[in-house]
C-alpha cells in the first residue's frame, strides 16, 4: 500500500493517539474536546409546499457561455460546456411531432423559449402537429417522467410554427 505524508494522515493518526490515551484514562480526568458528541436526532425536512412540480411549472436550462436553452441535459449541444442556468418556462409550445403509437398520447413540442421536449397529452383525442398547447403538470402521474400538455388551440392552416 502506498502512503504519503499529508496533513491529513497526521491529523488522523494524531487522533487515533488520542482515542487510545482517552480509552486508557478515566473519564473524569479526560478533557472535554476528547469527550464524545452527542448526536442531534433525526428530523425529516417536509417538501416546500411551493415546489416547481407542486405549481405544474416547468423548468429548463440555459447555457451560461452562448445562451442555448435545453431541457434535462448534462451538456449543451451547441458549445459543450457544462454550465448551466435554471429558467422558469412559460410552458406554452407548438406540437411538431408524434412519438410512438396512439396509446401513450406522446408528442414532441417546440417550447416557445427554444427548446424540444417529449411530452405526454391529456386529451384522450389525437393533438395534431402544430397545435398550441401548454404544460398543466411538470410530470405524468403514472411516473413516466414525462411532462403533461393540454391542447390550448388548434393548428392554423398557413403557418404553424
Known amino acids: 500500500m502506498l502512503r504519503t505524508d499529508t496533513l491529513e494522515d497526521t491529523e488522523l493518526g494524531d487522533d487515533h493517539e488520542t482515542a487510545a490515551v ?4 478515566p473519564a473524569a480526568t479526560v478533557p472535554a474536546t476528547i469527550a464524545p458528541a452527542t448526536t442531534a436526532p433525526a428530523t425529516t425536512v417536509p417538501a416546500a409546499p411551493t415546489a416547481p412540480a ?11 457561455w452562448c445562451g442555448t436553452p435545453a431541457y434535462r441535459r448534462s451538456f449543451c449541444r451547441a458549445c459543450g460546456s457544462v454550465a448551466f442556468r ?9 406540437v411538431v411531432r408524434r412519438h410512438g403509437q396512439v396509446p401513450h398520447h406522446t408528442w414532441f413540442v417546440a417550447m416557445n423559449e427554444g427548446f424540444n421536449l417529449l411530452c405526454q397529452a391529456t386529451d384522450a383525442a389525437p393533438v395534431a402537429v402544430g397545435s398550441r398547447v401548454s404544460v ?8 413516466q417522467g414525462l411532462p403533461v400538455v393540454e391542447p390550448t388551440r388548434p393548428p392554423t392552416p398557413d403557418r404553424w410554427w
Open 22 to 25: 482517552a480509552a486508557t484514562v
Open 54 to 64: 407542486d405549481r405544474g411549472e416547468l423548468l429548463f436550462q440555459r447555457c451560461l
Open 86 to 94: 435554471r429558467e422558469r418556462s412559460a410552458g406554452d409550445g407548438v
Open 136 to 143: 398543466v403538470r411538470d410530470i405524468a402521474p403514472l411516473g
